[in-house]
T-cell receptor, first 113, second 114 residues
Framework: GESVGLHLPTLSVQEGDNSIINCAYS??????FIWYKQESGKGPQFIID?????DKRQGQRVTVLLNKTVKHLSLQIAATQPGDSAVYFC????????????FGKGTTLSVSS | NAGVTQTPKFQVLKTGQSMTLQCAQD?????MSWYRQDPGMGLRLIHY???????DQGEVPNGYNVSRSTTEDFPLRLLSAAPSQTSVYFC?????????????FGEGSRLTVL
């Protein structure tokens, strides 16, 4: 079936490095793609989204890139900090009134100082 | 504002027992949904609602019931718990007209079925 997945389950970086978290998706009909951050013991927290008609969107220290040709989504975190350590999920909006998201399995980002 | 509040935070059930996970939001959001999260997996959508009186099934609805009698509340009912329903459950809400993927999640309810 249609699904959203991530390339790597874990990623370890040094404080100050840039981090890139990747995600592959299979549903060409998805309208929005979203990144969430989940800290231990907490619910997921929205980071940034991108519409399917865009290639790039920037936020504060984060950039999301969308490559529809190869169905690839990435989240770039600049100057990674220890507080960025968390599990990151990509998700796609299946167009059902903005509430039904399909999540990937997650990448655990570990930042060492 | 409290945001999205889930109760209980922890629950242990025996197979066959029933229970209700409560979810309330005070942001006047139209949309609410329930997800379950299993180890090493992303969140999977159980049920969702686009407004009071309206609910629909997600990816994994079997074994769960929901209702939406008010805008604020969206309880999830397990009628006959099974060990396969051991999971962490998250309730989320979002605003009609907001960013389509921006859900506000509760802190989760950890359920163990023996």
């Amino acid at each position: 079936g249609e699904s959203v997945g991530l390339h790597l389950p874990t990623l370890s970086v040094q404080e100050g490095d840039n981090s890139i978290i990747n995600c592959a998706y299979s549903n060409s009909a998805s309208d929005y793609f979203i990144w969430y951050k989940q800290e231990s013991g907490k619910g997921p927290q929205f980071i940034i989204d991108i519409r399917s008609n865009m290639d790039k969107r920037q936020g504060q220290r984060v950039t999301v890139l969308l490559n529809k040709t190869v169905k690839h989504l990435s989240l770039q975190i600049a100057a990674t900090q220890p507080g960025d350590s968390a599990v990151y999920f990509c998700a796609e909006n299946m167009g059902q009134a903005g509430t039904a998201l399909i999540f990937g399995k997650g990448t655990t980002l570990s930042v060492s100082s | 504002n409290a945001g999205v509040t889930q109760t209980p935070k922890f629950q242990v059930l025996k197979t066959g027992q029933s229970m209700t996970l409560q979810c309330a939001q005070d942001m006047n959001h139209e949309y609410m949904s329930w997800y379950r999260q299993d180890p090493g997996m992303g969140l999977r959508l159980i049920h969702y609602s686009v407004g009071a009186g309206i609910t629909d099934q997600g990816e994994v609805p079997n074994g769960y019931n929901v209702s939406r009698s008010t805008t604020e509340d969206f309880p999830l009912r397990l009628l006959s718990a099974a060990p396969s329903q051991t999971s962490v459950y998250f309730c989320a809400s979002s605003r009609q007209g907001g960013a389509p993927g921006e859900l506000f999640f509760g802190e989760g309810s950890r359920l163990t079925v023996l």
